[in-house]
């Protein structure tokens, strides 16, 4: 009896676990990401650290023994794939981020299922709850916060806010084609291979918007710091994660798990950068969290089938 109230027990304890190992990684990686991108350039920054973190992945798929073969028919949105789950969201995110608190970029970045309602409305046609229209309407009403903040300031126009929110426009995307496509390849496999070919276009733009290319034999301590934990941390731990609870967990569960995340941003950017987020930064955080709660959170007593 005690045996089989335990095992229970356990799996929550592992769930937990996994939930406090992703909201930690990708939350504190927005001030590390910070401080990247203002030692390096954006661009190449993203290059030193995505084909390492990509390999380690692949690395992963190869001694779990998953196939590491994208069949030829599927090429096509594979490379579509890549392009927004990786190469728009880092490039986008890269110069967002260089150009705002770390604490904001989060709140923005993380409107991610918003984005991902209004897609599937249109491609995986989902119907429109009332519930999600309160959630659309919280969502946009976190973004006029932020942009209305920023479009006070006439001297400067909310660059930094649009390029955060076209990533999380990308990635909203290619999540819903992600589920659309289901592309016969294993997680980790298809993780490390979208990382790796979403790359090579970052590569090939780098020296383009940083023709010095800096010596990597210059960098500060935490600089280094920002890429070991960009490759191992944010780009292999966070993604492994992720995908095991994608595939272990509740639909609902692994998908509120990221809402952690802008939380841990905020406060972390606080405690490692100084920053001090105003009663915008705040009110944005409040209503962001609130319109993916109403998205996300199973109404009480639905049942799904198959599930």
Request: with cysteine.
């Amino acid at each position: 009896m005690s045996a089989e109230s335990a095992a229970p027990r356990a799996g929550v304890a592992s769930s937990l676990a996994l939930v406090a190992v992703l909201g930690l990684t990708w939350g504190c990686n927005w001030p590390v990401l910070k401080v990247g991108v203002t030692a390096l350039a954006p661009l190449t920054f993203r290059t030193t650290t995505l084909p390492f973190a990509a390999l380690a992945l692949l690395a992963i798929a190869r001694l779990s023994g998953e196939s590491l073969r994208i069949p030829r028919e599927s090429w096509g949105r594979f490379a579509a794939l890549a392009f927004l789950n990786i190469t728009a969201w880092n490039v986008l995110i890269v110069f967002g981020v260089q150009q705002m608190p770390a604490g904001r970029s989060a709140i923005i970045a993380y409107t991610l299922p918003i984005w991902s309602v209004l897609f599937s409305l249109w491609l995986l046609h989902e119907p429109l709850s009332g519930r999600k229209i309160a959630g659309l309407v919280l969502g946009i009403a976190g973004m006029a916060v932020l942009l209305g903040d920023e479009a006070l300031d006439v001297r400067r126009a909310p660059t930094g806010t649009l390029l955060i929110l076209g990533a999380a426009l990308a990635w909203g995307l290619g999540t819903v084609l992600l589920r659309r496509w289901h592309l016969p390849l294993p997680h980790n496999a298809l993780t490390g291979w979208m990382m790796l070919v979403g790359w090579i276009p970052v590569a090939l733009a780098a020296p383009a918007f940083d023709p010095q290319l800096r010596s990597l034999s210059g960098l500060s301590g935490a600089a280094w710091f920002a890429i070991f934990y960009n490759i191992f941390l944010s780009g292999v731990i966070a993604n492994w994660t992720w995908f095991r609870m994608a595939r272990t967990l509740p639909v609902a569960v692994s998908s509120l798990s990221s809402l952690l995340v802008p939380v841990i941003g905020v406060f972390s950017g606080m405690l490692f950068l100084g920053e001090r987020p105003g009663a915008s930064e705040f009110v944005a955080l409040g209503l962001v969290l609130a319109s993916v709660a109403c998205v996300m959170w199973p109404v009480r007593g639905a049942r799904v089938a198959g599930r």
